[in-house]
């Protein structure tokens, strides 16, 4: 079993930064690929970055050049560094673990999920 908690989601004004954490339970957590998804109201969950467990990165078009997603395998923790924020980044943003560590943007490659974290950015 793998828990997963995120934090330091927020209010930000647009053209703001957030940095989000994701800390993982688990003794392999350097073997586990790990993505970050989020869901706006109405709307279905989507994918935003991934890393994998040799550190590849991955993006959705629409945060590519403006979020940057990290792992510290000393801490079981994942990052995602939020820069230049849209009011259309407004969403709860749900980190995943895959464990063959080679994760994707789909969200049925996704063995474990956090609980999440609001980020809301005003106009």
């Known amino acids: 079993q793998v828990q997963l908690v995120e934090s330091g989601g927020g209010l930000v004004q647009a053209g703001g930064s957030l940095r989000l954490s994701c800390a993982a339970s688990?003794?392999?957590?350097?073997?586990?690929?790990m993505g970050w998804f989020r869901q706006a109201p109405g709307k279905e969950r989507e994918f935003v970055a991934a890393?994998?467990?040799?550190?590849?990165?991955y993006y959705a078009d629409s945060v590519k050049g403006r979020f940057a997603i990290s792992r510290d395998n000393a801490k079981n923790t994942v990052y995602l560094q939020m820069n230049s924020l849209k009011p259309e980044d407004t969403a709860v943003y749900y980190c995943?673990?895959?464990?063959?560590?080679?994760?994707?943007?789909?969200?049925?490659?996704?063995?474990?999920w956090g609980r999440g974290t609001q980020v809301t950015v005003s106009s």
């Open positions: 995943a673990a895959d464990l063959r560590g080679r994760p994707g943007s789909s969200l049925g490659e996704y063995d474990y």
């Open positions: 688990g003794r392999t957590f350097s073997n586990y690929g």
């Open positions: 890393i994998s467990r040799l550190r590849g990165t």
